[in-house]
């Protein structure tokens, strides 16, 4: 016969629990509870930042748009301003504004020429850099991305410096070797040229890195063996190189795109260097004029939200498009 030995009274220490007996459920819900709020709390900076400075305003712009400014008075200093709903007003005002669509169509001239110049340089240096002849290699990506660093504004005043025949070299040269019917860059007809020469100067090497990362990314096996094969360099560079890091040109021709259809700082800078640029150049500048120039905040943010919307359909076209060509990899 075993003896129990009672424990004293008073002792309130916890029996031992059984090896086999079932463990409670309540560590594991509150450690899967913890897991699941780890990813919002470490997102919830990005998210508030972005709630904070992107939705709100864009939700703001949005109900400006459908609003107008009524003053009520005879004009004589006591007059009242309210805000009245607008509707669509705004925006009809903005489409059938010539304004407006003179700066858009300017714009999509300006694309034109820059665009396809633009991704055509960069191509072309990001291959002769990836080619394996090509010296100096460090000190030309250095001296082609240099440019991409200089803010617009800079660069643009830099620019327009030499395109003012009083004061560039340029000019002077061309004095001297007796060329005095050169036409200045700021005239109207050329006004366009110079600002995408400007696009040009400061784009080709971002969009140029952009490539020869891709480029070396690519493994050396496939061009060896396409050398093995008697390809040329050319032949290597336009049947491999070009098809293997079509993504990376797609998607520099994409941001090439949005940034042709945002341009302000350029024209905006030379605008007091020459007569031939209006403040409704470019569509930014039209918006800018509207809600600094003119008061009017309702008819810009209506025009705001008119070049976000053309922005994306162009973008989301644009994807649509070469999406089979340039991601059909990923599928």
Do not use: C
Not at 112 to 133: K, W
């Amino acid at each position: 016969m075993t003896a129990t030995v009672d424990a004293p009274r008073g002792d309130t220490t916890p029996a031992p629990r059984h090896p086999l007996a079932p463990r409670s459920p309540k560590g594991p819900k509150r450690r899967r509870a913890k897991g699941a709020l780890t990813p919002w709390m470490m997102l919830a900076p990005g998210i508030v930042l972005f709630t904070v400075f992107m939705a709100a305003p864009i939700f703001y712009t949005l109900a400006l748009s459908f609003q107008k400014e009524q003053v009520k008075g005879l004009g004589l200093g006591g007059d009242s301003r309210t805000r009245e709903f607008a509707g669509l007003e705004n925006y009809v005002s903005t489409f059938s504004d010539p304004e407006f669509l003179a700066s858009v169509g300017r714009v999509l001239v300006y694309g034109l020429i820059l665009v396809p110049t633009m991704l055509g340089l960069a191509l072309l240096f990001a291959l002769l850099l990836d080619a394996r002849r090509t010296g100096a290699k460090g000190f030309s990506r250095v001296s082609i991305f240099l440019p991409y660093a200089v803010p617009a504004v800079i660069s643009s005043l830099l620019w327009g410096f030499l395109y003012l025949p009083a004061v560039s070299p340029f000019y002077w040269i061309f004095e001297q070797l007796g060329w005095d019917d050169v036409p200045s860059l700021l005239s109207p007809g050329l006004v366009i040229f110079a600002i995408a020469n400007i696009g040009l100067w400061g784009g080709v090497g971002f969009n140029m890195i952009v490539m020869y990362t891709s480029l070396k990314a690519v493994p050396s096996d496939i061009y060896e063996a396409a050398r093995i094969d008697g390809a040329s360099e050319v032949q290597i560079a336009w049947r491999i190189k070009v098809p293997i890091i079509m993504p990376a040109l797609i998607m520099t021709a994409l941001f090439s795109m949005i940034a042709t259809l945002q341009v302000f700082a350029e024209p905006m800078t030379l605008r007091p260097l020459t007569n031939s640029l209006s403040t409704s150049w470019s569509p930014l500048m039209f918006v800018y004029r509207d809600a600094f120039t003119r008061d009017d905040i309702y008819s810009a943010a209506a025009t705001s939200i008119i070049i976000a919307l053309a922005t994306f359909a162009i973008s989301f076209l644009f994807l649509r498009v070469v999406q089979r060509r340039a991601f059909g990899q990923e599928d």
